[in-house]
Nanobody, 126 residues
Framework: QVQLVESGGGLVQAGGSLRLSCAASGRTFSNSVMGWFRQAPGKEREFVAAISWSGRNTYYAESAKGRFTISRDNAKNTVYLQMNSLKPEDTAVYYC???????????????????WGQGTQVTVSS
């Protein structure tokens, strides 16, 4: 199986930055596509960003474009989400997810992903 552990969340001021990390262990060969999702209180889980195995192809939700950057270091089995220009609307629990599928098709759909981390809290104050 694959285990995913997120870290790097915290409390920041609006306009500030955070870098989230997702460390993967186990059957990492199943991590063809990695994604980040978030869930705010009372809301459904929302797609944020995804990245291909090579790291060359990325996909972002409109809310993340221009502000967030997803990257990965396969040698370290780690995926990152650099978040800049944070807004209060970004406040949520952020989850890392792994998919065995080798394309970015349907990356915004939770059903694509087989493994999920426990989440890390991001709070943006104004």
């Amino acid at each position: 199986q694959v285990q995913l552990v997120e870290s790097g969340g915290g409390l920041v001021q609006a306009g500030g930055s955070l870098r989230l990390s997702c460390a993967a262990s186990g059957r990492t060969f199943s991590n063809s596509v990695m994604g980040w999702f978030r869930q705010a209180p009372g809301k459904e889980r929302e797609f944020v960003a995804a990245i291909s195995w090579s790291g060359r192809n990325t996909y972002y939700a409109e809310s993340a474009k221009g502000r967030f950057t997803i990257s990965r270091d396969n040698a370290k089995n780690t995926v990152y989400l650099q978040m800049n220009s944070l807004k209060p609307e970004d406040t949520a629990v952020y989850y890392c997810a792994a998919s065995p599928f080798g394309s970015l098709d349907y990356v915004a759909q939770s059903q694509k992903y087989s493994y999920w981390g426990q989440g890390t809290q991001v709070t943006v104050s104004s």
